[in-house]
């Protein structure tokens, strides 16, 4: 065989096999491109965790975008390829083990430490600044752990700041 025409047949089983493996999920354009042009490599760092609800990844809504208003299917992943043209396209992968991570239960005997908590959605503190909810008790309200006692506790429940744990009120007595 001739070296064009065997270069053609390589060049065709090449674009085959890269075709597969993007169908199998794998990034093959992409691992390819990176070995192409090693120089549009960056390091990404992670962000700084915070106690800021915008630092904790939702891991229960993965897949459960939807793309559209009559898509009701969880599990649902959407990214952008190539087509044969070259021409770059939104497609949507289904992946039912996606619809199955996030899960919602509920216990009315369940309790917690206030201090594991992650996710704040609001405070009158800058929460980005505080990787846990002791360094921002300690850093923006010292008053409120200057005595660990139970009277402590019902002065700190009773203040008008607090307004979704006042259900607590009672049991805190």
């Not at 993965?62 to 770059?88: F, H, Q, V």
């Not at 199955?100 to 996710?119: K, P, V, Y």
Request: charged share 25%; net charge positive; glycine share 6%.
């Amino acid at each position: 065989m001739c070296p064009q025409k065997r270069n053609l047949v390589s060049n065709i089983f090449a674009k085959l096999n890269e075709h597969i493996r993007e169908e199998l999920g794998q990034p093959a354009s992409l691992m390819r491109l990176l070995a192409e042009h090693p120089g549009i490599r960056v390091t990404l760092d992670p962000p700084r965790g915070s106690i800021a609800v915008a630092s904790v990844v939702p891991w229960h809504k993965l897949g459960a975008e939807k793309t559209c208003p009559w898509d009701t299917a969880r599990g649902g992943l959407l990214g952008w390829k190539m087509d044969a043209l070259s021409n770059y396209g939104s497609f949507r992968l289904q992946r039912p083990e996606y619809a199955q991570i996030g899960r919602c239960e509920t216990s009315a005997q369940w309790s917690c430490d206030i201090s594991e908590l992650h996710g704040f959605a609001a405070s009158k503190s800058a929460l980005n600044d505080f990787t846990n909810t002791d360094q921002m008790v300690k850093a923006d309200s010292p008053a409120l752990i200057s005595a660990i006692t139970r009277e402590k506790l019902n002065e700190n429940l009773a203040h008008r700041g607090i307004r979704i744990i006042r259900a607590c009120q009672k049991l805190c007595v």
